[in-house]
C-alpha cells in the first residue's frame, strides 16, 4: 500500500520524460555495458577523443578494442570496410551537433553504436543502440536512456538517488562553488556501479521537466555565440540550427582563455584530460583536449548572460 498523510515531500509537475520508449537505465556507461553484454561484439571501435568513462565497460568485459582519430570537422579518420560482421562501430554525437552525420554513418556501417550523451535531445535511428546520459543537461543525480534493437524489459535491480542529491540540493541552498566537491565525489560514486534501471527520484524529475522550453533555450543561447565567435573560432562547426546543443565548442589558440573565464566564475568543463595521457601523435585530438572552451548555453542563461561571455572573449 502507499502511505497517505504525514509529511510532505519534493512536489514537481507531473509531465513525461522525454525518452519515454528507451529502456531507463542508471548511468551511460552501464547502458554502453548493456549493449556490449548483449550483442557479444569480438571488437569495438571507439575515438581518441572520448571520454575514458567509455573504457570501464570495455576493460570490464574485455572487449578487445582499438582507437581511431577525427579530423577538425569532428569526424572519424577511418577505413569502415574494416569492420567484420562481429565488430562494431562506436562514434560520439559531439557537442549535440553531429546528427547529419550520423545519419550518414548509419548509410555506411550497420554496425552502430551512438554516444547521444552530449546530444540528449537527438532522436534514435531505428534498430541502432544509442545511449543517454541525462545528468549531461539537467540538474539530477544520474539517470541513462538506452534504445537497443535486442534488449527489452530487462530485469535489472532498481537503483537509489536519494544519497546522491547533496551537491545539487547545495548549489540552491549556498552556491555552485561551495556543492562543487560534492559534484566530484558523486561523479565517483558513479564509477563501477552494476546496471541498474533508473531510480524512481531520477524519473520523476526527469518527468518534471519542460523540454520544449530547454531545447529552445539551448538553441538560441548557441545560435547567438555562434553567430559572434564562429570567426574566431578555429573548429568548423557545422550547425542546421535545428539540434539542441551541449554547449558551444570553442577553440582558441589563448591558452589563458580558460584561465580567464574562470576568474570570471564561468566555468567551462574539459572534455578529456585522459587523452592527453594518450600514447602516440594525435596532435588534433590533443589540442582539442587541451585548447578546446566549451561555453555554456544551456536553459539557465539569457542573451545578457551570452553577452558577457562573448565581451569577455572579444576584449581580452
Not at 544509442?130 to 539530477?140: E, I, L, N, Q, W
Request: aromatic letters at 14%; hydrophobic letters at 40%; charged letters at 20%.
Amino acid at each position: 500500500m502507499k502511505s497517505i498523510g504525514g509529511y510532505f515531500g519534493l512536489e514537481l509537475p507531473e509531465k513525461e520524460a522525454f525518452h519515454k520508449e528507451a529502456i531507463a537505465l542508471n548511468t551511460g556507461r552501464c547502458a554502453l555495458e548493456c549493449v556490449l553484454t548483449t550483442n557479444n561484439y569480438t571488437k569495438i571501435y571507439l575515438p581518441y577523443y572520448s571520454c575514458e568513462a567509455l573504457l570501464e565497460p570495455i576493460l570490464k568485459l574485455n572487449i578487445p578494442h582499438e582507437f581511431y582519430p577525427i579530423n577538425t570537422r569532428l569526424e572519424p579518420e577511418f577505413n569502415y570496410e574494416r569492420i567484420l560482421e562481429s565488430e562494431v562501430f562506436l562514434y560520439i554525437n559531439y557537442f549535440g551537433i553531429k546528427d547529419p552525420f550520423i545519419s550518414t554513418l548509419h548509410q555506411i556501417t550497420p554496425n552502430l553504436i551512438i554516444d547521444n550523451v552530449q546530444s540528449f535531445f537527438s532522436l534514435p535511428i531505428p534498430q541502432v543502440n544509442t545511449f543517454y546520459s541525462a545528468r549531461k543537461f539537467f540538474g539530477v543525480p544520474d539517470g541513462a536512456y538506452l534504445y537497443s534493437a535486442v534488449t527489452t524489459n530487462p530485469a535489472f535491480e532498481v537503483d537509489s538517488s536519494a544519497d546522491r542529491m547533496q551537491h545539487l540540493l547545495m548549489r540552491i541552498d549556498k552556491s555552485a562553488e561551495e556543492g562543487y566537491s560534492l559534484f566530484q565525489k558523486n561523479e565517483v560514486r558513479l564509477q563501477h556501479l552494476p546496471i541498474r534501471l533508473m531510480s524512481e527520484l531520477s524519473k520523476k524529475l526527469l518527468a518534471s521537466i519542460d523540454y520544449d522550453a530547454v531545447a529552445e533555450k539551448r538553441k538560441l543561447n548557441f545560435q547567438y555565440l555562434h553567430e559572434r565567435l564562429s570567426a574566431h573560432n578555429k573548429l568548423s562547426i557545422d550547425w542546421d540550427g535545428n539540434q539542441v546543443p551541449m554547449n558551444y565548442p570553442f577553440w582558441s589558440d589563448n591558452n589563458n582563455l580558460r584561465d580567464l573565464l574562470f576568474s570570471h566564475k564561468i566555468y567551462c568543463p574539459v572534455y578529456w584530460p585522459n587523452v592527453l595521457l594518450q600514447k602516440g601523435f594525435y596532435t588534433l585530438e590533443k589540442n582539442l583536449a587541451n585548447q578546446l572552451i566549451c561555453l555554456p548555453v544551456d536553459q539557465r542563461y539569457t542573451q545578457t548572460d551570452m553577452d558577457y561571455i562573448i565581451n569577455l572573449i572579444l576584449h581580452i
